[in-house]
């Protein structure tokens, strides 16, 4: 059976988020892209909201929400602002491998904690030698007794300076490892924040570990797994940053449907003219195809199916959709489109990293094709 309809509750959760982004997130926008600040006040009204963290287990206190369901709140939130929606949202990449990979006393431990307050973690893996290639960590964690001492360095970690704990993929001997690393141990150097592109208020920072003393109980699932749970939260998560992707494609969609609606040109409206007409059509089909990909990617994996194939397809096209969108955006609405005056160079800064982080375009790419390789026909 085929059924794409909403439930009354999924429904309800879509205006919530949707009422959330009118009320806290667009109106700051700007704000928070022209100052970089962190987005603190937004996400404890985010929190407050009961938006944040949903996918804490419920017997740890927390929503236990579905990945659908987050979809559906993440898409409204990224209408508003992707900075603001990357920045208060990384928990769910940090929180994942707990979920799928920890045991029940890493749960209480490092998910509890944050269903009470407005807190985050971070998902610290890629290295300066180490991105696409993640199984060539460099990170190395050496047992001690009964503890693990890590170094090595962590960069471009989302949420890396707010932080109150760290997911760490390191190796222990050549085995890549995961680790929960509270941000408050000694030897832990948290780096400035980079200036990026886009998505401004988003604390991307490098984070270093000195001879970081982690007990053993604090690793995730057995030594060597590491790789595979970091696999596993991609699949968990990729399908979050197709919808966010979808939702800032979205928002360019509104922002030139109102202004072709607008403005006049050679005595017509702009829209009247095919050329521009014709663009418009062709964003709202590829927002529905994005949004499709990403929803079936989600319902997959929530339904404990295999979905690596297609949250990889629904991450690029999505990428490229949100990508494509902005540009066309700023097309349509001509000088405008290039002036800081109106939000479409945002959009197409913002829109950037959603075909670089979580794995960048070409390694979806080669998701697919390996799934492809095994088949002998589609
Ligand atoms: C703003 C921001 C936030 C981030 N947040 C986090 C975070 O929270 N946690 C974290 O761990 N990481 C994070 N990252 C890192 C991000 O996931 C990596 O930058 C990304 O995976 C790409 O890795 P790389 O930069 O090392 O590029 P590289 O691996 O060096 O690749 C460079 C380019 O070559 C392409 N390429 C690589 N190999 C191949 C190949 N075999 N065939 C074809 N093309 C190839 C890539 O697709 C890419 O386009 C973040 C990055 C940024 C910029």
Redesign the pocket.
Known sequence: MIDFSLSTEQQALVEKARDFTKTFVSPVAAKHDRSGEFPHEVAKEFFKAGLMNPHIPKEFGGHGRTVLDHLLVMEEISVGCTGIG?AID?NS??QTPVIVAGNDAQKKEFLGPMTEECMFS?????????????ARVKTTATKHGDDYVINGV???????SVASWYFV?AKVDTKPTGFLVPADTSGIIRGAK?H?LG?HC?N?VRVTFEDVKVPSKYRVGEEGDGFRIAMDTFAHTRPGIAIGATGLARAALNLSLEYAKRRRTFDKKLISNQGISFKLAEMITKIDAARLLAHKSAWLVDNGKDNNREAAEAKWYASDVAMEAAVQAAQILGGYGFTNEMPVEKLIRDAK?Y?????????Q??VIVAKLMRLREV
């Open positions: 990357t990384a990449l940090s971070a998902y610290a893996v890629t290295e300066p030698e180490a991105g696409s290639d993640v962590k960069w471009w970690i989302t949420g890396g993929l980079e990026n998505q988003s991307t990293i075909q670089i982080y979580e794995g960048a375009t070409e390694i790419k080669m």
